[in-house]
């Protein structure tokens, strides 16, 4: 393969030699010019025919990279926008009731202020089937003078005992700011907690969201 190539380069050279004139006129550099582009163009195309699809390869690799990238921070303005969501649906829906014959107790101001729309108080309740009773999914029962009106003797004892009976689906909360009392009440077994009236309000707000799936 050598002894090709010198022969080659051999007779080449005797070429350029013998016909020095026309090869270095302004025809000649001109005839040289088109034929090194020719070889470079048809070397190129070559370099492309060996693997034509390396560039695509290159452009799809990095789409692929980019779209992996991004894919989590997408899925997680997602998420984070139907948990949100959840969140609102949730408490726009919960009905939340206090029977409470101080009609100042500030937990249901705080409840409402913080979204939680349907949080009503009343004063008392003259039925069991009345609409506010119906209507409500926790119910926030005061031990202290309510259940008068339908004649309880242990008062919001046997007024949230009745209900838990009557209303087991639904979620029935006892609070008192009497420290004292019998605390193996019938009433304090059957419902779903206990709370003191003057503990810090979050933990009424804590329980609502407990109840309420969140």
Known sequence: MALEESSIIYKSFTFVVENADVIFSGAGIAAIGGIYKWSQGNRDKGKDDINPNTNNQ??????????KAEAPRENETLNNDLSEKRFSDIKNNTKILFIDDDTRFKVVKILTKSGWLNTKLVKDVDSLDCHDILEADIIFVDVQGVGIELNFREMGLGLASALKDKYPEKKIVIYSAE??????????????DFLAKDVDPYQ???LVEKFAGL
Do not use: C, P, Y
Request: no cysteine; glycine share 4%; aromatic share 8%.
């Open 204 to 206: 009424f707000t804590s």
């Open 58 to 67: 290159n452009v799809t690799n990095n789409i692929k990279i980019d779209v």
């Open 179 to 192: 420290q004292k009392g019998d605390r193996f009440h019938e009433a304090l077994r059957k419902v779903d």
